[in-house]
């Protein structure tokens, strides 16, 4: 495996914390500690324009599918809902009073669902923006959302060091899973839905069968936190991001590593806190602490 930085975007004035890829090809969204949500091109790797001004930090943007829509969640617990058809904030979300951590949508329900360090899920229609219910998952912050790939699991990371799986039909809990000794920053489901990762402040990454929740295997991946854990689209690969400075590149169906990409293994690489990652196609892109975009192509 091979991996080549091809694009470094530089632009933003403060970290980075998160991205989310266009449905439109070639258009990427980031946000960070800084004054705006950011739109770049990817055909040309350069900055195109502030799409709105924030009055706080972006921990969490989300596109949904299907719909024009484009989700910003701020520190403030504030949710910005930006439409592409009118080119304007067309509502704001204000529930959450405490920090927006994630925010994911369920394609068949047509619901929204925000994830705050109020300890709570709050769910939306898609198609009023209207409040449909709260879930309270912890006493503590959730800070990351995993929904099954039959969209019929849902599965909250929490800062209280648990992951609370939940039936997306009704919202009931399914079971409580403990393994991690720090609070857990990252989860997925693999392509196939059979395995549940998580990743945590602890360095760890754990494999968990989907089927029954009970752990297949542990990785001491990273040095610090696991910030996030990302399949890639159509190979049997992941990749995980640390506050170590690292990209790591995993088999999906061995759990072997297959790629470091540091600054340590002789890469011009962030050398700061590697906070979100997204696959578009085989470019791997990665987003820091260093208030920097960088583009990675890699070879399978």
């Known amino acids: 495996m091979t991996a080549e930085k091809i694009a470094e975007l530089t632009g933003h004035g403060n970290p980075i914390f998160t991205l989310e890829l266009s449905q439109k090809p070639g258009i990427l969204f980031t946000g960070g500690n800084d004054k705006g949500l950011v739109e770049w091109n990817l055909h040309t790797n350069t900055f195109i324009k502030v799409m ?5 930090s972006i921990y969490a943007i989300h596109g949904p599918v299907d719909y024009p829509l484009l989700f910003t969640g701020l520190r403030s617990g504030q949710v910005l809902v930006f439409d592409f058809i009118a080119q304007k904030i067309s509502k704001s979300l204000n529930h959450h009073l405490k920090p927006i951590f994630d925010i994911k949508s369920v394609k068949h329900k047509s619901e929204l669902l925000i994830a705050s360090e109020d300890g709570t899920v709050s769910v939306w229609s898609m198609n009023t923006l209207e409040l449909v219910h709260t879930i309270k998952i912890s006493t503590d912050t959730v800070r990351c959302i995993a929904i099954s790939p039959d969209e019929k ?24 899973v403990h393994g991690h000794t720090m609070s857990v920053f990252a989860l997925t489901y693999s392509n196939d839905g059979r395995n549940l990762v998580s990743g945590g402040r602890d360095a760890q990454v754990k494999i968990w069968d989907a089927a029954n929740y009970q752990p297949i295997q542990n990785i001491p991946a990273h040095l610090f936190a696991v910030n996030h854990i990302l399949f890639h689209p159509t190979r049997p690969y992941f990749a995980t991001a640390s506050m170590d400075k690292s990209i790591k590149i995993w088999g999906a169906d061995d759990f072997k590593l297959y790629k470091i990409i540091s600054r340590e293994k002789g890469y011009p690489a962030h050398p700061l806190s590697i906070n979100k990652l997204a696959w578009n196609g085989d470019q791997l892109l990665s987003v820091s602490d260093d208030k920097n975009v960088m583009i990675w192509d890699i070879g399978f």
């Open 52 to 56: 709105f001004p924030v009055k706080a």
């Open 153 to 176: 699991q849902i599965a909250f990371g929490c800062r209280d060091n648990s992951i609370q799986v939940y039936d997306l039909e009704d919202y009931t809990l399914i079971k409580s």
